[in-house]
């Protein structure tokens, strides 16, 4: 019954827009000690053209797992996944960077910047390594760190910023490269409710320029804010029109 | 990404460690500098050796005798040597150490008993007054030309000219005194003193001539001259080939240039254990440098770059680290050659083709020992990259 509407579902979608990810029966399991860790079970999702969706889901349930999946820094072991109707899967490491580099914008819960770069060679890092020349990349990565508000912190490293502008530039980053989709794993984490919600704002104002957006979150008020919302609970993917949103799920959720 | 992006990345890390980067210079800037400055001094020395050699004449040869008690020449058998198409003049040499003594001043010299060609064979020249003749010889004249050296220090403030010395208690005009050579193979050409043979033999209690030089006719009969001595020899003395030896200034250059080449060898050898050593060093530093960096591969490789990318950072920053390190050798070791040119007596010749080649020899150190390390950070996984703190 489930496949069939599956079935259904997808000859729906082809007929109106093509998925840009397609992920089938995607699982992935960690030996550790001689105990199996399904850390993702046969995990199926469609994401589309303007989707912004939302992954929620306990402590230890695969969401990261998951987003590494889908920024192609980690195989599975089975299933299939496509993005623009090509298979990841079985693509070799250089082709995979390729995809990282133009197709995926990650952004980290703990930034993961370059702490020797200042922000501005921070954001300019993916274009360097798409081979853009030095002029042109220089004016798009100043281009997106003003989108970010953050034209005046060119010359900051890092370590001279806060948390907040830590995290925009990691955004900026993630934008220079124009990447259709932008992976955000817990981007509010590390931040105040105040500077969370400005970088919850941005990533909107970017999923209406046409970006896909994929967030993860502990925070129901932020996943609220998704156009879709998906959880993960003990390696499994559901998405159920967003009932657990609901208060009795909230409790449900250790939240 | 091309390799220019690449050569930025590589400068920026290195510099944002100085210390560590020098220090792991260290090792290649010692080795690079001590191979240009040995090999600097050695070929100096064997530089001005052969010009010493260069310069007695090229149509020399010498007859050494090493076994005097089978092979005695006397003067008479001279005379089948000069008879010799290829020979135009021979001189016997009967040497002695000697004590020579003028009022206070006293002095330990070698005494060289010889015959007029002499002067024109060795191609030496007079400062002061005239060489030995033929007949002082024949009479058994004691009389003396002094060498610069010998003539100075017995004659400290007058002119040695007609005065008398002391040879072994003997009484000795001094008619002449030679023109400085300078020293040669660390002894010096003017701390001697040329006296007639006959007087020399006298003197000394030696009748033994242990050499013979003699001028070829011309260059180009050389090795001619060179057989129908040993032709001569060979009849004088059947069977005793072993006790003497005759050579040229070719064949004395060939010895030498094989003492250069093992000196070379020898050079090469301590080079490449340097070399070898501070190559090991970059690569430590290197491995180090990629474990440290592990989060910084894991960042890299998330935002798009690929196994090459990263394998070219690391190896091009081994290579940068390297090549800084041999420029700075380089430099070093030009320099202190240059001191020790200055502030010592040895020669110092510079030797561009193994300054080019110890520079393209720390190239070479930075590629091979820094391939394992950059190998190693291409190949992290990502995801496991990221993790590391
Ligand atoms: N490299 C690994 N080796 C072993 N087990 C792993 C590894 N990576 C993840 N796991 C396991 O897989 C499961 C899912 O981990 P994952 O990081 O995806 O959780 P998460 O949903 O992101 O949790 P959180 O919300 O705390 O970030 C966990 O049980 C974890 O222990
Ligand atoms: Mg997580």
Redesign the pocket.
């Known amino acids: 019954m489930v496949q069939l509407a599956q079935v259904v579902q997808e000859e729906v979608d082809s007929n109106m827009t093509k998925p840009i990810i397609e992920i089938n029966h995607l699982s992935k399991s960690?030996e550790?000690g001689g105990e199996t860790?399904h850390?993702l079970q046969e995990v199926s999702l469609q994401i589309n053209e303007g989707d912004f969706l939302s992954i929620i889901?306990?402590?230890?349930?695969?969401?990261?797992?998951?987003m590494n999946m889908l920024g192609c820094l980690d195989k599975p072991d089975t299933g299939e996944y496509l993005l623009d109707g090509k298979n990841v899967t079985t693509m070799k490491d250089h082709e995979l960077a390729v995809i990282r580099n133009v197709k995926i914008g990650f952004i980290f819960q703990n930034f993961n910047l370059l702490n020797k770069y200042t922000a501005l060679e921070n954001v300019e890092l993916p274009l360097v390594y798409r081979g853009i020349s030095v002029k042109e990349r220089r004016d798009t990565a100043i281009e997106c760190l003003e989108m970010v508000g953050l034209g005046d912190r060119q010359y900051h490293l890092p370590t001279q910023l806060s948390g907040g502008q830590q995290q925009r530039v990691a955004i900026a980053r993630a934008l220079a490269g124009n990447p259709s989709v932008l992976l955000a794993?817990?981007p509010t984490g590390a931040l105040d409710s105040k500077t969370g919600k400005e970088v919850l704002k941005l990533l909107k104002e970017l999923n209406e320029k046409g970006h896909i957006i994929i967030l993860?979150t502990?925070d129901l008020e932020v996943a609220r804010k998704a156009k879709r919302v998906v959880r993960?609970q003990d390696?499994q993917l559901f998405e159920n029109g967003g009932d657990w949103l609901e208060p009795a799920g909230i409790r449900q959720n250790g939240h | 990404m091309n390799l220019l992006e690449s050569v930025k990345m590589a400068i920026k890390s290195i510099k944002s460690n100085k210390l560590r980067a020098f220090l792991t210079m260290l090792g290649i800037i010692i080795g690079i500098s001590s191979v240009i400055t040995l090999v600097a001094v050695g070929q100096g020395s064997s530089q001005s050796v052969t010009e010493e050699i260069g310069s007695l004449g090229t149509n020399l040869l010498t007859l050494s005798v090493t076994d005097t008690e089978s092979v005695q020449l006397n003067l008479d058998q001279l005379e089948h040597f000069d008879d010799l198409s290829g020979i135009s003049e021979v001189a016997p040499i009967s040497s002695e150490r000697v004590m020579a003594k003028k009022g206070d001043n006293s002095i330990q010299v070698s005494i060289t008993g010889t015959t007029s060609p002499y002067l024109s064979i060795r191609d030496l020249s007079l400062s002061a007054g005239r060489f030995i003749s033929d007949i002082e010889n024949e009479l058994r004249q004691k009389i003396v030309v002094l060498g610069s050296d010998t003539a100075s220090t017995l004659f400290p403030n007058t002119n040695p000219i007609g005065e008398n010395i002391q040879i072994n208690g003997v009484s000795f005009k001094v008619v002449g005194v030679l023109e400085s050579v300078g020293s040669s193979l660390g002894t010096s050409g003017d701390n001697v003193i040329i006296a007639p043979l006959s007087t020399t033999q006298r003197v000394t209690k030696n009748t033994t001539i242990n050499t013979l030089y003699l001028s070829a006719e011309n260059e180009e009969m050389i090795n001619r001259a060179k057989f129908q001595v040993q032709g001569v020899m060979t009849t004088l003395f059947p069977n005793s080939s072993d006790s003497y030896a005759v050579s040229s200034q070719d064949d004395l250059m060939e010895t030498m240039s094989s003492v250069t080449d093992t000196m070379t060898l020898m050079l090469g050898g301590i080079a490449s254990i340097s070399l070898l050593v501070g190559g090991i060093g970059v690569m430590n530093i290197m491995l180090v440098s990629v474990s440290e960096r592990t989060k910084e591969i894991g960042i890299r490789k998330a935002i798009g770059a690929n196994r090459k990318s990263i394998l070219l950072q690391f190896l091009i920053e081994a290579v940068v680290l390297s090549m800084i390190g041999g420029l700075i050798g380089v430099v070093s070791g030009l320099g202190i050659a240059k001191l020790i040119g200055i502030f010592s007596s040895l020669s110092i010749s510079f030797s561009p083709s193994v300054t080019i080649l110890a520079f393209v020899f720390s190239f070479a150190i930075g590629i091979i020992f820094g391939v394992f390390p950059a190998n190693k950070a291409s190949k992290l996984n990502p995801?496991?990259a990221l993790?590391q703190e």
């Open positions: 960690y550790l860790v850390a889901g306990p402590s230890g349930s695969g969401k990261s797992t998951f794993d817990e993860i502990h993960i390696g | 995801i496991q993790r």
